[in-house]
Nanobody, 123 residues
Framework: QVQLVESGGGLVQAGGSLRLSCAAS????????MGWYRQAPGKQRELVAA???????NYADSVKGRFTISRDNAKNTVYLQMNSLKPEDTAVYYC?????????????????WGQGTQVTVSS
């Protein structure tokens, strides 16, 4: 079993910054891709940023130059630094972690989502 705990959301004025964190724990053997998605009311969930085990990154065009994704492999944690926030960034942000978990007797791939954290940007 793998647990994801998100933190760092909140209310901020336009132009402000927030930093989201997502820590994974449990019987993790290795983590491959980690990412952040968001879902605004009435819209589909969309990819915001992703980072591979080799630290290659991918960003949605709407956040390039403003958001930075990073990971701490020792802590099994992924971060999203969000600068120059805009009202259109308002959404529930979810982390997603893919990897392998198990023990000496079994192993299996996993693909888990965090519980979501609200980010609200006021104009």
């Amino acid at each position: 079993q793998v647990q994801l705990v998100e933190s760092g959301g909140g209310l901020v004025q336009a132009g402000g910054s927030l930093r989201l964190s997502c820590a994974a724990s449990g019987s993790i053997i290795n983590i491959n891709a980690m990412g952040w998605y968001r879902q605004a009311p009435g819209k589909q969930r969309e990819l915001v940023a992703a980072i591979t085990s080799g630290s290659s990154t991918n960003y949605a065009d709407s956040v390039k130059g403003r958001f930075t994704i990073s990971r701490d492999n020792a802590k099994n944690t992924v971060y999203l630094q969000m600068n120059s926030l805009k009202p259109e960034d308002t959404a529930v942000y979810y982390c997603n972690v893919k990897g392998v978990h198990g023990s000496a007797w079994w192993r299996d791939e996993f693909d888990y989502w965090g519980q979501g954290t609200q980010v609200t940007v006021s104009s």
